[in-house]
Structure formats: structure tokens, C-alpha cells
């Protein structure tokens, strides 16, 4: 018997009906004798009509009260869910992440978890219950209700897997795994059995959206086995894992991610001199702009070219910034591009295998795709190539390292 922490996303209980296939699954493992603590976030589209409605009120809306808004669509999903499992004989009771005291920091929309209390949760579960949590949500020293933003309702599940020292967390999606690349991209992508933590990490914060960086990293700080499945089909799904040994065997990659929401700036004929680099990123900085990849190239003219990406929605907040900073350092000029898309290969096995980059070079030099920058890690290369070329090099790469090939030749 072992217990299990299972999160639900906003489409997984996105009507009754879904909400009544879900109490059957959760039904499901109880019946085989194991310990179910179930994860909900809002019901699909419910958070985004209850900020409407505070923005309708007010254009900036005070983050406590946002809080206390948005909160509530993961205390009806609780509440439904708990009734449909008593409805089929399976004893269940909902809890708001204030009733657990999921403890959080004060910042509100985007707090973070501090300590979980467990011990309403175990209690119920030595009389036999189901434990449904609302994902999402905490509540400060103060007792005021906190949210956790962007994510939230993974980073919840696995804090409570962590917790509770839980034998696994699933996260149930619209996707039955983690895949080598999208299959709307690549029809021959492939669903990994395994993945480490560290590859799963990297492909997340490069672009693959199966699952939030921050709950990733708290699975990874924890050691909680995270498994990825499919809501509405039964499959094994795919197990995030610290182990590394047995996915040696494995492709040196293990999958490519993407991303088109990039944009590249670059200041020109800027005074080759010490400091130069923070003259430039200090000011991006502070206007709170995240930068990616950099490239720095010295000309004979003592002068140096300063290339940088950021997300495509801070181009122009960030192309004003390096206006007026190249009239300050007396640069040449500040040139950008929204055209541009970030192409990376992830896997461990690169640690033990040399020629990797030249290997991706390769591949995108047959298909005569040009490299604009380059950006390596111990188990990641990235690169920035024109958008428009973008699926064809994920295509060439992805046959390159042999990630279509089938199960048995590639694993």
C-alpha cells in the first residue's frame, strides 16, 4: 500500500462531468488498498473570470483582495470533488490550504511555501479517507490567504508529497508524459519512460510546458518521485526521477525543447572598457527585465558589439532601456530582432559523451540554418536561430540524435 498525492489541473476538472471521471480514478486507487491525497486547481477558465471580475472593479486591484478572489475557484473544485467521492461510497473530506496551514510568506499573488502542517491530512488518512487539498493557495503568519502564482497547484502537490514523505506524486494532464519534443511538431516524437530531474528542469525552463519550474525544483530539492499522466487514459505516463544510473544506457539526449517567445537586442560600437558588461545589463536589470543568453564580440576598433535576448513581451521596454543607455556610454547603436527562436538539446548523457555540439552544429549546417548565438550548460546546448526555420531544425535534430528511432533501437 503506499501513498500517493494526486494533483488535478484546471482542465482534468474543467466540468461535472470530468470532475465525476476524476472521483472514479481516485476511486480507483483506493480500492487497490492505497493512501489518496488529491491536488485541484480552479475549474478551467474559472481564475481567469474571477480576476475579470476584480479588474472590473479596479484597474490595479490590491493583491490581498486579489487573493481572497481568486482563491475561491479551487474551494468549489474541493468541494465538488469530495461530494462525488462520498456520492460513490469512498469517504472524503476537502480542505482550503488555510485548513491544512499551508504556510506561505506574505507576498501576495506569488507567495511562497514556508511549512506544511500535516498532521489534519495523516489523521484523516488513518480513518480511511480521501483528502482532497485545494492546490494554488496558503495563508501567511497573519492569517491572511495567500496565492502562489504562476504554477501553483503543482508546486502545491509536490510541497504536500514532500510532506507527507509520499511514495509518489502524480501530476495528471492533458498530455500522457513527457515527450523527446512536441509531437505537434515532430510526428515521431517519442514518451520517455524516465527522465532526471536536471533534464526535466532544464526542458521546462527552456520552453516545454508539461510542468512548472518550481515544482520541479521542490521535487528535485525533496527527492519526491514525480510521475506526468494522461487525465483520461490509462499508461505509465513518465517518471521524474533523481536516479541517474539506469538512464545511462539512454540516448545521449534525452529531448529538445523550443521557444518562440524570444527576442534579440544588440548595442553596437560599444567602449571596450572594464565594467562596460554592467553599464549595459545593470540598467535592464533594474527595470526588471529577465535576460537569457549573451554574447559579447570585441572589433579591431577597441569597441565591442553586446548581443542579449529576453522575452519577446519585454523587447520594447527593454529596447528603450538600451536606447538611452548607448547615449550614455556613447555607443554606435542598438539594433533588435523579434524574429528569433531559442532551439536547445537536453541530456545527462552528454557529461560522458564528447562531440555533442558539433554533432547539432552539423545537423543544422545540412539544412543550411544559420547559428546566431550559443549558449552551453553540462547537460543543455542552446542555440538562437532565424523563427521561420525553427520546426525544420527541431525536425533535423531531433532525427540526428536518433530520438525517432523506435523504442528498441533508442533505448
Excluded at 474571477?50 to 479596479?58: F, K, M, P, R, V
Excluded at 510521475?227 to 538512464?247: A, C, Y
Excluded at 542552446?382 to 521561420?388: A, D, H, L, N, P
Amino acid at each position: 500500500m503506499a501513498l500517493i498525492v494526486q494533483k488535478f489541473g484546471g482542465t482534468s476538472v474543467g466540468t461535472v462531468e470530468r470532475i465525476q471521471q476524476v472521483a472514479e480514478k481516485v476511486k480507483k486507487f483506493r480500492a487497490e488498498g492505497h493512501d489518496i491525497v488529491v491536488v485541484v486547481s480552479a475549474m478551467s477558465g474559472e481564475t481567469n473570470r474571477l480576476i475579470g471580475l476584480a479588474t472590473q472593479i479596479s484597474e490595479q486591484p490590491s493583491p490581498r483582495e486579489l487573493d481572497v478572489i481568486v482563491s475561491t475557484g479551487e474551494q468549489v473544485t474541493i468541494g465538488l470533488l469530495a461530494m462525488a467521492l462520498i456520492e460513490r461510497g469512498v469517504p472524503a473530506v476537502s480542505y482550503t490550504g488555510n485548513q491544512v496551514r499551508i504556510l506561505t510568506d506574505d507576498s501576495h499573488t506569488k507567495a511562497r511555501i514556508q511549512q506544511i502542517d500535516d498532521q489534519r491530512i495523516r489523521a484523516d488518512l488513518k480513518q480511511g479517507r480521501v483528502v482532497v487539498v485545494a492546490g494554488f493557495q496558503g495563508v501567511d503568519e497573519q492569517g491572511n490567504i495567500t496565492t502562489l502564482g504562476r504554477g501553483g497547484s503543482d508546486t502545491t502537490g509536490v510541497a504536500l508529497a514532500a510532506a507527507l514523505k509520499a511514495d509518489e506524486c502524480q501530476i495528471y494532464t492533458d498530455v500522457d508524459g513527457v515527450y523527446t519534443t512536441d509531437p505537434r511538431v515532430v510526428a515521431q516524437a517519442r514518451r520517455l519512460e524516465k527522465i532526471t530531474f536536471e533534464e526535466m528542469l532544464e526542458m521546462a525552463s527552456l520552453g516545454s510546458k508539461v510542468l512548472q519550474i518550481r515544482a520541479v525544483e521542490f521535487a528535485g530539492k525533496y527527492n519526491v518521485p514525480l510521475r506526468v499522466l494522461h487525465s483520461f487514459q490509462e499508461g505509465p505516463g513518465t517518471l521524474i526521477t533523481i536516479d541517474e544510473e539506469e538512464t545511462m544506457e539512454q540516448p545521449i539526449i534525452s529531448g529538445i525543447a523550443f521557444n518562440r517567445d524570444e527576442a534579440k537586442l544588440t548595442i553596437r560600437g560599444v567602449p571596450d572598457t572594464p565594467g562596460v558588461a554592467f553599464k549595459i545589463l545593470g540598467p535592464v536589470s533594474a527595470a526588471n527585465i529577465e535576460v537569457d543568453m549573451i554574447v559579447q564580440n570585441v572589433s579591431h576598433d577597441n569597441t565591442t558589439d553586446f548581443t542579449f535576448t529576453v522575452h519577446r513581451n519585454e523587447y520594447v521596454k527593454a529596447q528603450q532601456v538600451l536606447e538611452a543607455t548607448a547615449q550614455e556610454i556613447g555607443a554606435r547603436e542598438v539594433i533588435g530582432d523579434t524574429k528569433i527562436a531559442k532551439v536547445s538539446i537536453v541530456g545527462v548523457g552528454m557529461r560522458s559523451h564528447a562531440g555533442v555540439a558539433s554533432r547539432m552544429f552539423e545537423a543544422l549546417a545540412k539544412e543550411s540554418i544559420n547559428i546566431q548565438m550559443i549558449s552551453t550548460s553540462e547537460i543543455k546546448v542552446s542555440v538562437v536561430i532565424e523563427e521561420k526555420y525553427l520546426e525544420l531544425a527541431v525536425r533535423a535534430l531531433h532525427t540526428a540524435f536518433e530520438l525517432d528511432a523506435s523504442n528498441s533501437q533508442a533505448e
